[in-house]
């Protein structure tokens, strides 16, 4: 059965510092890959998804970047963090593009 | 631009009783729509998907149904129990750009 994992779980952060989110899928092969960013009292947004190895879409501009440098990995970065970052981030995959989406366990993103 | 609205946010039922849980989309140009619950400071878990060629899907008490044209899609739950608090949210997938859009969710409270 497929599996996908997040780390941190929980992360605090001070203002201009770097972030490193890692999402790692188990269990299949080539799957689309997405990132999303759950703020308080808002939806949930889609910040960049992937359909294979090097292969970034990004939905909204921002300071965050996100690489995929392995099949299943996924990673989402920044050089400077913004208080505006904190969040509750979500890492999900899918077979295809209009499939069912899997989400993994999130991490929790405080930035004083 | 499509925008996918849940009403109420929020609803208290007392347990056993059936309910049903709102979401409403403006572009009928859509891939599929998609279930998920979402515990507090957890991931998405997937409920259903509902592909734009079907009516319903089912599984175990819950039952989806999506209707394009009228722009809706509701969620059954027969007999709800206290673990079936949590927040439900909804995410339609369009076909004109691919973009996958949330509703705010609704929060449900069953009272044991």
């Known amino acids: 059965s497929q599996t996908i994992h997040q780390w941190p779980a929980t992360l605090v952060q001070p203002v201009g510092s770097p972030l490193s989110l890692e999402c790692t899928v188990e269990?299949?092969?080539?799957?689309?890959l997405y990132w999303y960013r759950q703020a308080a009292g808002r939806g949930l947004q889609l910040l960049f998804y992937?359909?294979?190895?090097?292969?970034i879409s990004s939905e909204v501009p921002q300071n965050l970047s996100a690489s995929r440098p392995q099949d299943r990995q996924f990673i989402l970065s920044s050089k400077k963090l913004l208080l505006s970052d904190s969040g509750f981030y979500l890492c999900?995959?899918?077979?295809?593009?209009?499939?069912?989406?899997?989400f993994g366990p999130g991490t929790r993103l405080t930035v004083l | 631009k499509q925008e996918v609205t849940q009403i109420p946010a929020a609803l208290s039922v007392p347990e056993g009783e059936n309910l049903v849980l709102n979401c409403s989309f403006t572009d009928s140009a859509i891939y599929n729509l998609q279930w998920f619950r979402q515990d507090p400071g957890k991931g998405l878990t997937s409920l259903l998907l509902i592909q734009s060629s079907q009516r319903e899907q089912t599984s175990g008490r819950l039952n989806a149904s999506l209707d394009k044209s009228s722009g809706r899609s509701t969620l059954y739950i027969a007999a709800s129990q206290p673990g079936d608090s949590a927040t439900y949210l909804c995410?339609?997938?369009?076909?004109?750009?691919?973009?996958?859009?949330f509703g705010k969710g609704t929060r449900l409270h069953i009272l044991p």
């Open positions: 992937s359909v294979g190895i090097g292969q």
């Open positions: 995410a339609a997938r369009s076909n004109r750009d691919d973009k996958i859009i």
């Open positions: 269990g299949t092969s080539n799957p689309n």
């Open positions: 999900a995959w899918s077979v295809r593009r209009e499939g069912e989406q899997f």
